[in-house]
């Protein structure tokens, strides 16, 4: 079942490039599972016309949060908006990542974050390998290293972690027997994939991020190719998907 | 003013309609709306082969508006049809139900237009002359006056239910209505999505890979509102019109510019609870 509520922001705290905002919803929380997104209606003029989608980053009873970075018109909306403003969204929409028993580890570049600390309340003691471009785009984890088994950082510029990128972190381990859970830019989960290709038995998932109209198949605008020159879409089908069952 | 509440023989609880493209198979809303409040339902245009769709990107966000080339992205006539007879879940929605289909030739229209006239779940047909993103260049087939009268006259002799034909904007759609009343249409759509096109500058690339692409939203209102008036001006049958409105007031626009009815279209993707909201306002 899928909601469209008016939601209240409840909590909103800017952070560098980063925005958490906490709305209070009447079903879409309760209802949500780790990897499904929110469809935003940024306000109520028709710039932008097309809403914009989330990744889930945490419910808690009837709360929503969701980690936004600033990327254009329709995030830089959303900074402006204040606590006690309502906002119209749609969720919870998509599938969401598979549990599989296995040991997990966490692929995250920049706000690619965002699904992976609800994913560690479900998934606990997944290690954590996080990439960003310098210290400033690293949100605050505290509420949420617990969840991880470990977190490690890797910095563009050095300025936190290792200097180099999530894929040097993650060319460190032996995935074989392991799932990987992968989110960020599409050049980071090509790189992933190049080291997937050598790993026998290893299972991995991405959350993949795409231009998207309605969030819940219908515009049919988010498509994603197959391997085989077919196409899915991302709301519907996805976001999350087998590592070898689209290309990016 | 007040036109009656019908296409053909068939009734209508009132003049709220979703347009084809934007309201998927009928199912992708259940959660949104409560389909007892429209007039109708039009569903996605089913073409004669399956079409997996253009490659991404397949859509562009404008100032007020959206490029759109999706390439009909459908299962094709069998598959939907043969789904349907199994399983018709559209006699369970308390609405009329539009469907929309395009053919390759002439002879699909009719070929189509009779197999789908056995659903019961099918209340009337809306044949798609003017998809203008499949065919390279736009071309399509209300650009040749010459097949919207073949397709209609013979549509006419061979179905049961009413039908409506939905026109292009950018072909001479007064001229093509005039044809489709004369022919036997019950209504006319006006319109499809009007040609657009984007470009990147620093590339110096199109966007699409179809160059053109269908342009729709609160954009092209003045434009659509400029087309139904010329429309209804031309024919008696019900016109029914589509073009970026989002609103109860933009209904009763459309609605004294000459449409009988109205379709939400791009603006169910922004609301999907729109339809259900502008027909309890216009009531």
């Not at chain 1, 209240?8 to 949500?32: G, M, P, Q």
């Not at chain 1, 599938?95 to 699904?115: H, T």
């Not at chain 1, 038995?201 to 994603?224: L, N, P, R």
């Not at chain 2, 001229?175 to 999505?193: D, L």
């Amino acid at each position: 079942m899928k909601y469209q509520e008016q939601c209240e922001i409840v909590e909103k705290i800017i952070d560098h490039s980063y925005l958490f905002l906490k709305f209070r919803t009447k079903n879409i929380a309760k209802n949500a599972l780790a990897g499904q997104f929110v469809n935003i209606r940024v306000n109520n003029s028709f710039t932008p016309l097309l809403r914009r989608p989330f990744s889930i980053t945490d419910t808690e009873g009837d709360t929503l949060s969701l980690l936004i970075l600033l990327k254009g018109k329709g995030t830089e909306a959303l900074f402006g908006k204040k606590i006690g403003d309502f906002l119209d969204i749609i969720g919870p929409l998509g599938n969401s990542f598979p549990l599989i028993n296995r040991r997990a580890i966490f692929v995250a570049g920049g706000v690619g974050i965002a699904p992976f600390f609800f994913l560690s309340k479900t998934i606990s003691s997944g290690l954590l390998l996080f990439g960003v471009k310098s210290k400033e785009y690293l949100p605050e984890l505290s509420a949420y290293s617990s969840s991880f088994s470990e977190v490690k950082i890797a910095s563009e510029d050095g300025s936190s972690g290792k200097k180099g990128t999530v894929i040097d972190l993650l060319s460190e381990y032996d995935l074989s027997d392991k799932v990987v859970y992968a989110c960020g830019p599409n050049p980071m989960l090509r790189a992933v994939s190049k080291i997937l290709r050598d790993c026998a038995q290893v299972e991995a998932y991405y959350s993949i991020e795409t231009i998207m109209g309605c969030g819940f198949g219908v515009c049919k605008g988010c498509a994603v190719e197959t391997p085989s020159g077919q196409y899915k879409l991302a709301c519907t089908d996805g976001p999350i998907f087998s590592w070898n069952e689209v290309k990016l | 003013m007040k036109a009656p509440l019908k296409i053909g023989s068939l009734s209508f609880r009132n003049r709220v309609l979703t347009a084809s493209g934007t309201f998927g198979m009928g199912k992708e809303f259940s959660d949104f709306l409560d389909y007892s409040q429209l007039g109708g339902i039009t569903l996605k245009t089913i073409t004669k082969n399956p079409r997996q769709g253009n490659p991404p990107p397949r859509i562009l966000e404008t100032p007020y508006g959206l490029l759109n080339s999706i390439g009909l992205e459908n299962e094709g006539f069998q598959k939907v049809y043969q789904d349907l007879k199994k399983n018709d879940y559209l006699r369970q929605y308390d609405t009329n139900v539009i469907f929309s289909l395009a053919g390759d030739s002439v002879e699909d229209y009719v070929e189509m237009a009779r197999f789908f006239c056995e659903i019961e779940g099918i209340a009337m047909l809306e044949l798609n002359l003017s998809c203008p993103n499949v065919h390279e260049g736009g071309a399509t087939f209300d650009s040749n006056p010459e097949n919207v009268k073949r397709i209609v006259e013979e549509t006419a002799k061979t179905v049961s239910k009413p039908f409506t034909v939905k026109f292009s904007p950018s072909q001479d759609f007064v001229k093509n209505s005039r044809i489709a009343e004369y022919s036997g249409a019950h209504a006319i759509t006006i319109s499809n999505t009007f040609l657009g096109m984007a470009i990147h500058a620093k590339t110096k690339t199109f966007v699409f890979k179809n160059k053109t692409a269908g342009y729709s939203g609160p954009a092209v209102k003045p434009m659509a509102l400029a087309n139904v008036y010329r429309a209804a001006q031309a024919v008696k049958i019900p016109v029914i019109a589509s073009g970026g409105i989002s609103s109860a007031e933009d209904a009763s626009e459309f609605l004294i510019a000459g449409a009988s009815f109205i379709s939400i279209g791009t603006l169910n993707f922004v609301d999907p609870g729109l339809a259900g909201k502008i027909a309890k306002e216009i009531e």
